[in-house]
């Protein structure tokens, strides 16, 4: 049912390649299945220092990727949302109903049919790495989700503890991904 990847920190499950979680089935048949993969991914400097060290062009790539949202120490990388979503009313949503049934309509731009996700293990955000849904997990032993659970916060720390880390560095110097993406791969390929 789970399978924990040490080499990449990753949960890892065959549930996945036919998604029968209730929360996360497309809302009509034309719409793609793929699971909690209707999700829009922000890749956090820790991924990015993974990018700038073993594949600069994934970086590029993602940094000019049309959907991407570049922040200062993060980059957002909205999903394509099916155009059925825009024939719906959602007039008497609240904003935060109208985003959950946006990503129902929602696929993740890394995502490729009959293949899954599309980017290297080592590249994918704590929250790709370490998402299971409650299908799975309630299916799991009271000892695999411990396992599990210690796993998942490990990642986050790392995650966290490096944005915290470098996002201070790179601030000390006046560097942010908006205005030098060059000084960026620069300064992680230096530290590497
Ligand atoms: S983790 Fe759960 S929701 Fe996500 S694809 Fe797998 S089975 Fe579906
Ligand atoms: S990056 Fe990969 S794992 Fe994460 S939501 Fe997109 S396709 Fe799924």
């Known amino acids: ?11 890892l499950s065959r549930a996945c390649l036919n998604c029968l979680d209730p929360q996360f089935q497309p809302p009509k048949d034309t719409v793609e299945k793929v699971g909690c993969c209707s999700y829009s991914p922000t890749f956090q400097l820790l991924d990015i220092f993974r990018m700038c060290n073993d594949n600069v062009d994934q970086f590029w790539s993602i940094y000019h990727h049309p959907a991407a949202i570049i922040h200062p120490y993060s980059i957002f990388v909205k999903a394509e949302v099916d155009s059925a979503f825009d024939q719906l009313n959602t007039q008497s949503l609240s904003p935060l109903e109208k985003d959950d049934k946006r990503t ?41 989700q411990k396992t599990m659970k210690e796993m998942i916060k490990k990642v986050y720390q790392e995650t966290r503890d490096f944005q915290a880390i470098h996002s201070k560095n790179l601030k000390s110097q006046f560097i942010d991904l908006r205005d030098n ?12």
């Not at 049912?1 to 949960?11: P, S």
């Not at 309509?105 to 849904?133: E, W």
Request: proline share 3%; hydrophobic share 30%.
């Open 181 to 192: 993406p060059k000084a960026i791969v620069h300064y992680f390929q230096s530290i590497n």
């Open 104 to 144: 129902s309509y929602s696929i993740c731009q890394f995502f490729r049919k009959g293949k899954g996700c599309s980017l290297h293990p080592q590249f994918k955000n704590a929250v790709c790495r370490t998402f299971i849904c409650t299908t799975i997990e309630e299916q799991l032993t009271s000892s695999d």
């Open 1 to 11: 049912m789970l399978e924990i990847d040490n080499t990449y920190n990753q949960l």
